[in-house]
């Protein structure tokens, strides 16, 4: 029974963590019009929903998590924000469990040191924060835990067992987002080199002999079941790109490697490596450690090998995709790599948990790589490349250490402090490592409590005040339209996509025609940006936030 309420507290604690982050941060509705209002348009678009969504003119977001999205939207009459923030808070509470059941066969924890562990990783702030977002942060994090689990599982079995989900969950993973391109690589390769190594293993056997041990059946089901999953995918992405973005989007990714043959991606790389040491309390870093020393050790060989060439594709990824990023926070974008977070994090707890010899060494050689990175980045990119405007929703951990700074109810943000935030961050770890000294579960414990403390306080003081800011936009304005039964959104030339984009969604997905000039025949009401005033159009309401509003045609 007590094994039970453990297990089962899991998915209790993130459950509680979400709950509180939303009614913490946010009264309900889109807060990023691009990215949340692509995302729900393309879910309303996969739904048997009646709605029109009109996308075209923004970048492109993967399609895997608006499917996921399409069918609770298709039977549910609710709002699609408040679904997605549903579905965000069941993925996130589905991280404990398989969090648990990787501590445990991993470092063979049982009891409350496992449950501990497995919460530690589950309530990682860096993806907590993202549960009230209708985005897929909260879905790849899901994604890339269970692609680690079921490797764990496929490096134990042997590789004539466990491939084919293995494969597939890597094409599942790059639905949800592009980020995870290479690991479909890597986990392509990795089922690849350990089925066909009896070919090259050093024996004096003949090749025929050789070959007869080559699980041939389970290895090409799974290469082609993980390539059709990838193939599938991007035949999605494809499919929405054409019809809803007229085959239009943001650009290839590729583009982006060409930032190597520079000098560009060394400050981005030193700024991922400190954000990601920072809003882990260091864990992320001894998890990196833990899987470096079964390599030498020869444990788990297969499992941490591929989980850090993983781990160095998604990073890698974010450093090029980022390393001219023209904002504050993508010089320490704390988002992308979220992802990975509730796997280090638990491995990180786990190696403290179990009490494993190097451990000390560890947490001292990633707070050291914390603080010597905080100091690069203070002394020669804070003054430079860390000041100006801030997205606190791609770095909602490190906003929250920065209010020592910034103050409490600040909506907004005009730099990053990096001193102070690793000052934070390492009086944690002397917390944690002081309780981890006398009862190992207690570190985790400490990092439980803490982040439980940077959510709250985070939500509450630091999103909210900017979620409050930008929340009404367009709401007051589509409830004139609804009032006045307006059936079809005719907007103006020169309008802010953004303006168009969540009156769309706030009026439920109604037709929406391009006039010019504004027609009577089409609505008596148009939207369009503040030069209709200019024109003789009558203003009725503002949208907020943003130039334009709603005018009345004189009919």
């Not at 039977?75 to 969090?99: E, S, T």
Request: aromatic content about 10%; hydrophobic content about 55%; glycine content about 8%.
């Amino acid at each position: 029974m007590r094994d039970r309420l453990l297990w089962a507290s899991t998915a209790v604690a993130p459950l509680t963590f979400a709950l509180a982050t939303i009614v913490l941060q946010r009264a309900g509705g889109v807060t990023m019009f691009d990215d949340e209002l692509g995302f729900l348009g393309e879910a309303v678009f996969f739904s048997t929903r009646d709605g029109a969504p009109l996308l075209a003119g923004i970048p492109f977001y993967s399609a895997g998590y608006p499917a996921l999205l399409a069918l609770p939207v298709s039977i549910l009459p609710f709002d699609p924000w408040v679904i997605a923030v549903g579905v965000n808070v069941v993925l996130l509470a589905a991280l404990g469990p398989l969090l648990h059941a990787m501590a445990r066969r991993l470092f063979g924890l049982r009891g409350i040191a496992a449950a501990v562990v497995a919460i530690a990783g589950a309530t990682a702030t860096s993806v907590v924060f993202q549960a009230p977002r209708a985005w897929a942060e909260v879905c790849i994090a899901f994604a890339f835990t269970l692609w680690a689990w079921l490797l764990l599982r496929y490096s134990q079995h042997g590789p004539a067992i466990g491939a084919l989900p293995f494969t597939i969950a890597a094409g599942g993973m790059l639905a949800v987002h592009r980020r995870s391109s290479i690991v479909v690589l890597i986990t392509l390769g990795a089922v690849a080199v350990w089925s066909l190594a009896p070919l090259v293993r050093r024996t004096d056997e003949p090749l025929r002999v050789r070959a007869r041990a080559v699980p041939w059946r389970s290895f090409v089901l799974a290469e082609v079941a993980g390539v059709a999953a990838a193939a599938g995918a991007l035949a999605l992405d494809a499919y929405v790109v054409d019809t809803l973005y007229d085959g239009t989007t943001s650009g290839s990714r590729l583009d982006k490697a060409q930032n190597l043959l520079s000098t560009d991606w060394i400050p981005a790389a030193i700024g991922h490596v400190w954000s990601f040491l920072a809003t882990t309390f260091v864990l992320a870093g001894v998890g990196c450690l833990f899987l470096l020393w079964t390599v030498r050790a020869r444990r788990h060989v297969v499992f941490s090998t591929v989980l850090l060439l993983a781990l160095a594709a998604i990073a890698g990824t974010s450093v090029l995709f980022l390393a001219n990023g023209i904002r504050a926070d993508q010089l320490v974008y704390e988002r992308y790599l979220a992802a990975t977070a509730p796997v280090l994090v638990m491995i990180g707890a786990g190696a403290v948990a179990a009490r494993m010899t190097p451990v000390r060494s560890w947490v001292l050689a990633s707070a050291g790589v914390l603080a010597v990175s905080g100091f690069v980045l203070s002394v020669s990119l804070e003054s430079s490349r860390l000041t100006g405007n801030v997205q606190k929703f791609t770095t909602p951990t490190l906003t929250t250490f920065d209010m020592v700074v910034t103050g409490w109810g600040e909506p907004f943000t005009e730099g990053i402090h990096v001193l102070p935030i690793t000052a934070v961050v390492l009086s944690v770890v002397v917390v944690v490592a002081g309780a981890a000294s006398w009862r190992a579960w207690l570190g985790p414990a400490v990092v439980v409590v803490a982040g439980a403390a940077t959510v709250a306080a985070g939500s509450a003081g630091n999103l909210k005040p900017f979620t409050d800011q930008w929340e009404p936009t367009g709401r007051e304005a589509a409830r004139v339209l609804a009032d006045a039964d307006v059936e079809v959104l005719q907007y103006a030339p020169h309008l802010r996509h953004e303006v168009r984009n969540v009156l769309h969604y706030r009026l439920g997905y109604p037709d929406a025609v391009l006039t010019d000039p504004p027609s009577c025949d089409v609505s008596p009401y148009t939207v369009g940006p503040p030069t209709l005033e200019d024109e003789g159009l009558a203003p009725v309401i503002g949208v907020g936030n943003f130039p334009g509003g709603v005018y009345r045609i004189d009919c």
